[in-house]
């Protein structure tokens, strides 16, 4: 899996570019669909862009829950978009788990939550609401999360956290 995360068009365009080449089996993020369509047309990878409106470095998620699950259900109902990467923790003001409950319902995809993942009670909460996966990147690299300091026990806490919440 690799997750675009960039700060313009251009450089998701050439994030998304990049994955196609080496062949990544996951592209998840990005806020252009239909470029990123295009881009992986042909390509065995499977694409899961951001529902709802990102801004900002570090991305922030705006709009109204039923709005972005709005955007979910006709991201999801487009071909070539296999699921979405939702930034819950990252809406200014939405309950993250009632947010992922209801993108869950409305899509017709895997949901795979990212940004701002920092504890295990998180990862619960997530897979209780119905998501199917989550990225994990600062927290474990800033050793915030049990088993640390190191990578290592950070991920087999992680991982067992989530097999044991039903994650994939």
């Known amino acids: ?20 080449g080496i062949g990544v089996d996951w592209v998840l993020g990005g806020t252009h669909p239909q470029r990123g ?3 992986l047309d042909g390509t065995p990878a499977r694409y899961c862009p951001f529902p709802g409106t990102v801004v900002d470095h570090p991305s922030i998620l705006r709009g109204e829950i039923a709005e972005i699950a ?6 999801t109902a487009t071909p ?5 990467d939702l930034l819950a923790y990252r809406h200014v003001s939405a309950d993250p788990v009632l947010l992922v409950r209801s ?10 939550v990212a940004g701002s993942i920092a504890s295990l009670p998180q990862i619960r909460d997530i897979a209780a609401a119905g998501a199917w996966g989550f990225t ?11 088993g640390g300091p190191g990578l290592a026990g950070q991920i087999e806490a992680v991982l067992s956290a989530a097999s044991g919440a039903g994650t994939g």
Do not use: C, N, Q, Y
């Open 1 to 20: 899996m690799l997750e675009v995360v960039s700060t313009s068009e251009d450089a998701e365009i050439r994030s998304i570019s990049a994955a196609g």
């Open 80 to 84: 070539g978009i296999s699921g979405l």
């Open 37 to 39: 369509l295009e881009i």
């Open 70 to 75: 709005g955007h979910a259900r006709t991201l």
């Open 103 to 112: 993108v869950v319902a409305a899509a017709s995809g895997p949901v795979i």
């Open 136 to 146: 994990i990147g600062g927290a474990i690299f800033e050793a915030k999360l049990p």
